[in-house]
């Protein structure tokens, strides 16, 4: 199979690259007034600008040919009809079919899997609503009134983050915990002041394998039959997962299990009845507002020309600021508090997905893949990090975000917080010279000399590439419409990257050590098969603990 540095789209791109490191974006605006409108675009709700990226309109073209060339259109209708992309595992990748509020067929080895998704959605309809309407009661014949979520990575990170993004639209009517981390401290802190007879527990995970969430649940059913009978298990604990069989011999009956299918992937799962715990917290007609919003952009990606078509472009922006441009880090920065998880969720879309090293046919490949996607809330990050992004000689492309309306109006709060975006984008981009800071340390009455001294210092080079994605408020609509435009950019970016983004064979590796070591641990005078290193440690922590 040929690469992607051989099209020819890649060698013009390559060119450009060389060309635009020379220039500077505050030039390319001066240069052109019209920028911005060139440089950006909408779908309903969600204003993309992508004027400051070190891009002219001549790349800009090579990287829609490079699309083009890559095959884009073919891969994205591959998935969204149900063909097994996923080749490394054979499956589909159908997170799509989760969202898909037209209903038409979506076929998988010629069944359409529309009527299953249909109908557990109907069922977390159900059983949300039984919950919170406090008709399902817990052994004593209490309602419920806290749910504990139980799982981690894409069993934990998306129905988190988007109940924490919410939370301005729950009312009250359960509180909802998550779990993930397997020391005991997370746990521990959730379950205290909790009580078993009005806490029910999810336990998410799509394996029912997965070493850290089967502890935590194995610990937290320990402590329930400390204030609860055996048999009051069936009214306190639901499972999330495709494997019936580990639920049943764990002790889950089959009515409370939820299920999902092979053909969606864990960091693409909160569609599902993964997001069991965000129906929980808001009611399932907020969750279904969250699938709307995913809905809208799986439209909006398969009809929007790769000119204005957001998710392509995110990932086009992408590839170029790493793989020409040589960028290896990529900051994501909500303005919003509501999505202050967001950096975390992505992290695993995009980094488990996407950060690999050989090609569709197992070849290594010859230029950067994705960059280490890291960030904050904006705002914090302004009083902690931004030092580096400013003046740091890495340069890091970072996406802002914002949106136009703030969950809560609270006086001035929320103009002082976008004053800070746009102020924050202008300045990485514009930077500050030699002559301006001159201009006004003289102003300021300062001497040559005292002006000698520091000049060095204060000088920003700028130049620094920025996305503005502005919302227009953070809702369930919207956070839907959010997650699904990273989600089809993390697809783009593994297309046109030749990278199979549905496996994560990488964090199997480390699984297999862990529980070969776990073993050692309960073991006495064991000759560690390590390096002198991880045997030194074992051993140390054997010795102290
Ligand atoms: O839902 P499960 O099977 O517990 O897996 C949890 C997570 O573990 C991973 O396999 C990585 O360790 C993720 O891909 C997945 O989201």
Same mark, same amino acid.
């Given at each position: 199979m040929?690469?992607?540095s051989?099209?020819?789209?890649w060698?013009?791109?390559?060119?450009?690259?060389?060309?635009?490191k020379?220039?500077q974006? $505050?030039?390319?605006?001066?240069?052109?007034t019209?920028?911005?409108?060139?440089?950006?675009c909408?779908?309903?709700?969600?204003l993309?600008?992508y004027?400051k990226?070190?891009?002219?309109?001549?790349?800009?073209s090579? #990287?829609i040919a490079?699309?083009?060339?890559?095959?884009?259109? !073919? %891969?994205?209708?591959?998935?969204?009809?149900?063909?097994?992309?996923?080749?490394?595992e054979?499956?589909?990748?159908?997170?799509?079919?989760l969202?898909?509020r037209s209903?038409? /067929?979506?076929f998988v080895?010629?069944?359409?899997v529309?009527?299953?998704v249909?109908r557990e959605?109907?069922k977390?309809k159900?059983?949300t609503q039984k919950?919170r309407?406090g008709? %399902?009661?817990?052994h004593?014949?209490?309602p419920?009134?806290?749910?504990v979520?139980?799982?981690?990575?894409g069993?934990?990170?998306?129905?988190?983050m988007?109940?924490?993004a919410l939370s301005?639209?729950?009312?009250?009517? #359960?509180n909802?915990?998550y779990?993930?981390n397997? *020391?005991g401290?997370?746990?521990?802190?959730v379950?205290?002041g909790?009580q078993a007879?009005t806490t029910l527990f999810?336990?998410?995970s799509?394996?029912f394998t997965?070493?850290?969430?089967?502890t935590? /649940?194995?610990s937290?059913?320990?402590?329930?039959?400390e204030y609860?009978?055996q048999?009051?298990i069936a009214?306190?604990?639901?499972?999330?997962?495709?494997n019936?069989?580990?639920?049943?011999?764990?002790?889950? !009956?089959?009515? +409370?299990?939820?299920?999902?299918?092979?053909?969606?992937?864990?960091?693409?799962?909160l %569609?599902?009845?993964i997001?069991?715990?965000?129906?929980?917290?808001?009611g399932?007609d907020k969750?279904v507002e969250?699938?709307e919003g995913?809905?809208?952009? *799986?439209?909006?990606?398969?009809?929007?020309?790769?000119?204005? +078509?957001?998710p392509l472009i995110?990932a086009l922006?992408?590839?170029w600021?790493?793989?020409?441009?040589?960028?290896?880090?990529?900051a994501?920065?909500?303005y *919003?508090?509501a999505?202050?998880m967001?950096? /975390?969720?992505?992290?695993?879309?995009?980094m488990?997905? +996407?950060? $690999?090293h050989?090609?569709?046919t197992?070849?290594p490949?010859?230029?950067?893949?994705?960059?280490?996607?890291w960030?904050?809330?904006g705002?914090?990050?302004?009083?902690?990090f931004?030092q580096?992004l400013h003046?740091g000689?890495? &340069?890091v492309?970072a996406d802002?975000i914002?949106?136009v $309306?703030?969950?809560v109006?609270?006086?001035k709060?929320h103009?002082?917080l976008l004053s800070n975006?746009?102020?924050?984008?202008?300045a990485?981009m514009?930077g500050?010279?030699?002559l301006q800071?001159?201009a006004d340390l003289t102003?300021?009455?300062k001497?040559?000399?005292?002006i000698d001294?520091? &000049?060095a210092?204060?000088i920003?080079?700028?130049?620094?590439p920025?996305?503005?994605?502005?919302?227009d408020?953070? *809702?369930a609509?919207?956070?839907?419409?959010l997650?699904?435009?990273y989600?089809h950019?993390?697809?783009?970016?593994?297309i046109l990257?030749?990278?199979?983004?549905?496996?994560?064979?990488?964090?199997?590796?480390? $699984?297999?050590l !862990?529980?070969a070591?776990?073993?050692?641990?309960?073991?006495?005078?064991v000759?560690?098969?390590?390096d002198?290193?991880?045997a030194?440690l074992?051993s140390?922590y054997k010795?102290n603990?």
């Amino acid at each position: 199979m040929s690469c992607r540095s051989d099209l020819s789209s890649w060698q013009a791109l390559e060119q450009s690259a060389t060309k635009l490191k020379q220039q500077q974006l $505050k030039t390319l605006f001066a240069k052109d007034t019209s920028r911005f409108a060139k440089f950006s675009c909408q779908m309903p709700g969600v204003l993309f600008d992508y004027s400051k990226q070190l891009i002219d309109e001549e790349s800009f073209s090579q #990287l829609i040919a490079l699309a083009e060339q890559a095959d884009i259109a !073919a %891969w994205r209708d591959k998935m969204f009809s149900g063909e097994k992309i996923n080749f490394t595992e054979n499956r589909a990748v159908l997170h799509v079919a989760l969202r898909n509020r037209s209903n038409s /067929a979506i076929f998988v080895d010629d069944n359409d899997v529309m009527p299953l998704v249909n109908r557990e959605l109907d069922k977390l309809k159900s059983f949300t609503q039984k919950v919170r309407s406090g008709e %399902w009661v817990g052994h004593t014949g209490k309602p419920v009134k806290n749910v504990v979520a139980i799982g981690v990575g894409g069993s934990n990170l998306g129905p988190q983050m988007v109940t924490e993004a919410l939370s301005n639209y729950a009312d009250n009517t #359960l509180n909802v915990h998550y779990v993930s981390n397997v *020391d005991g401290v997370q746990l521990a802190t959730v379950l205290d002041g909790l009580q078993a007879e009005t806490t029910l527990f999810v336990v998410s995970s799509k394996t029912f394998t997965t070493s850290e969430t089967m502890t935590n /649940a194995r610990s937290a059913v320990k402590w329930f039959l400390e204030y609860a009978p055996q048999d009051a298990i069936a009214k306190h604990f639901v499972a999330v997962s495709t494997n019936l069989e580990k639920t049943r011999e764990f002790g889950i !009956a089959d009515d +409370n299990v939820f299920t999902m299918w092979d053909w969606v992937g864990g960091r693409f799962s909160l %569609w599902s009845a993964i997001g069991l715990p965000i129906a929980l917290y808001l009611g399932f007609d907020k969750f279904v507002e969250v699938l709307e919003g995913a809905f809208e952009v *799986d439209e909006h990606f398969k009809a929007a020309s790769f000119e204005n +078509n957001i998710p392509l472009i995110m990932a086009l922006l992408s590839v170029w600021n790493t793989s020409f441009l040589g960028h290896t880090a990529q900051a994501i920065l909500p303005y *919003d508090q509501a999505l202050h998880m967001l950096p /975390a969720y992505l992290q695993q879309g995009e980094m488990e997905s +996407n950060g $690999k090293h050989v090609t569709f046919t197992g070849e290594p490949v010859p230029y950067t893949t994705v960059p280490l996607i890291w960030g904050m809330t904006g705002i914090n990050g302004q009083h902690a990090f931004y030092q580096y992004l400013h003046q740091g000689n890495n &340069i890091v492309p970072a996406d802002f975000i914002a949106s136009v $309306k703030p969950q809560v109006v609270m006086d001035k709060h929320h103009d002082i917080l976008l004053s800070n975006f746009f102020a924050q984008t202008e300045a990485m981009m514009s930077g500050v010279d030699e002559l301006q800071i001159r201009a006004d340390l003289t102003a300021k009455g300062k001497t040559s000399t005292q002006i000698d001294a520091v &000049i060095a210092h204060k000088i920003h080079q700028g130049n620094r590439p920025t996305t503005s994605i502005l919302l227009d408020t953070v *809702d369930a609509k919207a956070v839907g419409r959010l997650i699904a435009m990273y989600e089809h950019k993390i697809f783009c970016q593994g297309i046109l990257l030749q990278i199979c983004s549905f496996d994560q064979w990488g964090v199997e590796l480390g $699984k297999g050590l !862990a529980s070969a070591i776990e073993a050692e641990l309960t073991q006495n005078d064991v000759n560690y098969p390590h390096d002198s290193s991880t045997a030194g440690l074992i051993s140390y922590y054997k010795n102290n603990r």
